[in-house]
């Protein structure tokens, strides 16, 4: 009994050497079905263990068939870790068979040139990953998929003409990560995302062109592709990563498609030669340092609907001014510190909070304007102006509210406190009333205005409401007008302008629906 099970293993180890895996003019073979066979490494020179490997050497020919004893096999793959770590092979002459060429299969080899057949469907994840002497490659128009880090690290690599095939599918994350010659790519419709570092450090990287398809970038995709001077980002795009060009510093514009609600954080940092961004209307959220340093960006348009300006968003940025609109409410910390050049500030939310030095160190800042009608309803930190001359810059406030602003905590600290210019400059109210300014509240508001006016007859009143084009959307008497369904109304801005007969009182206030 013994005794047969001993014949059983060794027939069972005979099997698999004459059948699954042998040697043909020096060059060792795996079994893949009856009929195929995949090119392997010698058994026992362990490639998986990362060192040096000598049993293939010099220049490789594989041919389109190979034979055990008398078998004939068709070579239809190169199979894991095949010369993965071989430091002596220089090129490899693939036949046209190859389908397939999988994991580390010249995982940080020695190799200069390599032909990938017509035939080949798939590179498989680290194929080519570290071949730091690996210098023009053509990929065939049949591959379907480029794995994950498939030439990762492949420092002098060019691609023959720099277009993907039309049949492509997928390409992992990190697949020409470093790949420092690359000079172009047109990556081809089909292609729905781009992973996280897919392109980042290709130092060289000019042009890129986008498929329609595209729906995502991932982080830091495009991060350091510091020669990279336009790109546009196709209309379905609807997610950024964080990072994605990060250090573009040759990038001069770019449009940001409708749909995108979130700039992530240091999307565009470090892109010195920034000067030109669209932001969609749908946007929502510019995040943390995402346009740091962006030192040629002079003007940008923050659209409606934007909520937060994360922390150092536009720090050390070539803004001239800037005008954040009602729906803002949150400036973080250190958001425009550091902006030599900001003049401008127009901020036209009625509640903000403005955090820890975010106006910190502007020469340049001259004026600074504010919608809300009492300081209270900003929540402002103490240094938020640190070393940015404010004792010669000019506040300008909501009509009649100067006198507030100027017994307030560091806003009386500018040198000058003024009302808008569509303030009257000089009013005259009833006997026995008082200079309470009229008050529209809840602002923003969803369902209901109110307005109330101390020491005034509300009878006396007409309230008129009108849009943005200056087109009069209500009108309003009487204590009629003190209580204002708005469910009506479309989202956005309005002004209310508060007036009365025979009285010698006006005021417009701002207004917000949403």
Same mark, same amino acid.
């Given at each position: 009994?013994? /005794?047969?099970? #001993?014949?059983?293993?060794?027939?069972?180890?005979?099997? !698999?050497?004459?059948?699954? =895996?042998?040697?043909?003019?020096?060059?060792?073979?795996?079994?893949?079905?009856?009929?195929?066979?995949? !090119?392997? =490494?010698?058994?026992?020179?362990?490639?998986?263990?990362?060192?040096?490997?000598?049993?293939?050497?010099?220049?490789? !020919?594989?041919?389109?068939?190979?034979?055990?004893?008398?078998?004939?096999?068709?070579? *239809?793959?190169?199979?894991?870790?095949?010369?993965?770590?071989?430091? &002596?092979?220089?090129?490899?002459?693939?036949?046209?068979? @190859?389908?397939?060429?999988?994991?580390?299969?010249?995982?940080?080899?020695?190799?200069?040139?390599?032909?990938?057949?017509?035939?080949?469907?798939?590179?498989?994840?680290?194929?080519?990953?570290?071949?730091?002497?690996?210098?023009?490659?053509?990929?065939?128009?049949?591959?379907?998929? @480029?794995?994950?880090?498939?030439?990762?690290?492949?420092?002098?690599?060019?691609?023959?003409?720099?277009?993907?095939?039309?049949?492509?599918?997928?390409?992992?994350?990190?697949?020409?990560?470093?790949?420092?010659?690359?000079?172009?790519?047109?990556?081809?419709?089909?292609?729905?995302? #781009?992973?996280?570092?897919?392109?980042?450090?290709?130092? /060289?990287?000019?042009?890129?062109? $986008?498929?329609?398809?595209?729906? %995502?970038?991932?982080?830091?995709?495009?991060?350091?592709?510091?020669?990279?001077?336009?790109?546009?980002?196709?209309?379905?795009?609807? %997610?950024?990563? /964080?990072?994605?060009?990060?250090? +573009?510093?040759?990038?001069?514009?770019?449009? @940001?498609?409708?749909?995108?609600?979130?700039?992530?954080?240091?999307?565009?940092?470090? +892109?010195?030669?920034?000067?030109?961004?669209?932001?969609?209307? *749908?946007?929502?959220?510019?995040?943390?340092?995402?346009?740091?340093?962006?030192?040629?960006?002079? *003007?940008?348009?923050?659209?409606?609907?934007?909520?937060?300006?994360?922390?150092?968003?536009?720090?050390?940025?070539?803004?001239?001014?800037?005008?954040?609109?009602?729906?803002?409410?949150?400036?973080?910390?250190?958001?425009?510190?550091?902006?030599? %050049?900001?003049? %401008?500030?127009?901020?036209?939310?009625?509640?903000?909070? @403005?955090?820890?030095?975010?106006?910190?160190?502007?020469?340049?800042?001259?004026?600074?304007?504010?919608?809300?009608?009492?300081?209270?309803?900003?929540?402002?930190?103490?240094?938020?102006?640190?070393?940015?001359? #404010?004792?010669?810059?000019?506040?300008?406030?909501? +009509?009649?509210?100067?006198?507030?602003?100027?017994?307030?905590?560091?806003?009386?600290?500018?040198?000058?406190?003024?009302?808008?210019?569509? +303030?009257?400059?000089?009013?005259?109210?009833?006997?026995?009333?008082?200079?309470?300014?009229? $008050?529209?509240?809840? &602002?923003?508001?969803?369902?209901?205005?109110?307005?109330?006016?101390?020491?005034?007859?509300? &009878?006396? $009143? *007409?309230?008129?409401?009108?849009?943005?084009?200056?087109?009069?959307?209500?009108?309003?008497?009487?204590?009629?007008?003190?209580?204002?369904?708005?469910?009506?109304?479309?989202?956005?801005?309005?002004?209310?302008?508060?007036?009365?007969?025979?009285?010698?009182?006006?005021?417009?206030?701002?207004?917000?629906?949403?």
């Amino acid at each position: 009994m013994k /005794k047969t099970f #001993i014949l059983f293993l060794l027939s069972a180890v005979y099997s !698999v050497h004459a059948f699954a =895996y042998f040697e043909y003019n020096g060059i060792y073979y795996w079994e893949s079905s009856e009929t195929t066979v995949k !090119v392997t =490494y010698k058994l026992g020179a362990a490639p998986f263990s990362g060192e040096r490997n000598h049993y293939y050497s010099g220049d490789i !020919v594989i041919p389109e068939t190979v034979y055990d004893g008398e078998k004939a096999y068709t070579v *239809t793959g190169v199979g894991d870790h095949a010369f993965a770590y071989t430091e &002596n092979v220089t090129s490899v002459v693939l036949p046209e068979s @190859i389908e397939h060429i999988e994991y580390f299969a010249f995982r940080s080899s020695a190799l200069t040139s390599v032909n990938i057949p017509s035939s080949v469907k798939t590179l498989g994840n680290s194929a080519f990953q570290q071949c730091a002497n690996l210098y023009l490659i053509s990929l065939p128009e049949a591959l379907e998929s @480029i794995g994950s880090y498939c030439f990762f690290d492949c420092a002098i690599l060019k691609l023959s003409n720099g277009v993907l095939s039309s049949a492509l599918k997928s390409i992992g994350v990190y697949a020409f990560y470093g790949c420092k010659e690359l000079e172009q790519i047109v990556i081809p419709e089909g292609i729905t995302s #781009i992973g996280e570092l897919t392109f980042s450090g290709c130092s /060289k990287l000019t042009s890129v062109s $986008l498929p329609g398809t595209l729906k %995502s970038i991932g982080e830091q995709a495009f991060v350091f592709c510091t020669d990279l001077t336009e790109i546009f980002i196709p209309p379905q795009v609807n %997610s950024i990563g /964080k990072l994605a060009f990060r250090y +573009c510093t040759k990038l001069t514009s770019v449009e @940001i498609p409708e749909g995108i609600t979130s700039i992530q954080n240091n999307t565009f940092e470090g +892109c010195s030669n920034l000067s030109s961004v669209i932001l969609p209307s *749908t946007l929502d959220t510019i995040g943390q340092d995402a346009f740091r340093t962006t030192t040629a960006l002079q *003007t940008i348009t923050i659209p409606y609907g934007v909520q937060s300006i994360g922390q150092m968003a536009f720090y050390r940025s070539g803004l001239k001014s800037v005008v954040l609109p009602e729906t803002v409410v949150e400036i973080a910390r250190l958001s425009f510190a550091e902006c030599a %050049s900001l003049a %401008s500030v127009d901020i036209q939310a009625p509640v903000v909070s @403005i955090g820890e030095h975010a106006f910190w160190k502007n020469p340049s800042l001259d004026q600074f304007s504010l919608a809300s009608q009492s300081p209270g309803n900003i929540t402002l930190a103490s240094n938020a102006f640190s070393d940015s001359p #404010i004792s010669t810059a000019t506040l300008w406030v909501p +009509c009649f509210t100067n006198s507030l602003y100027a017994s307030a905590t560091t806003w009386r600290s500018f040198g000058s406190i003024q009302n808008k210019s569509d +303030c009257e400059t000089t009013t005259t109210f009833p006997v026995n009333s008082t200079t309470q300014t009229p $008050l529209v509240y809840p &602002n923003p508001a969803t369902t209901t205005v109110n307005l109330h006016i101390e020491g005034v007859d509300l &009878n006396l $009143l *007409t309230v008129t409401i009108t849009d943005m084009q200056g087109r009069i959307v209500a009108k309003l008497k009487g204590k009629d007008a003190t209580s204002i369904d708005v469910t009506h109304y479309t989202k956005g801005v309005y002004f209310v302008r508060v007036s009365g007969e025979n009285l010698f009182f006006e005021q417009t206030e701002k207004l917000i629906i949403m």
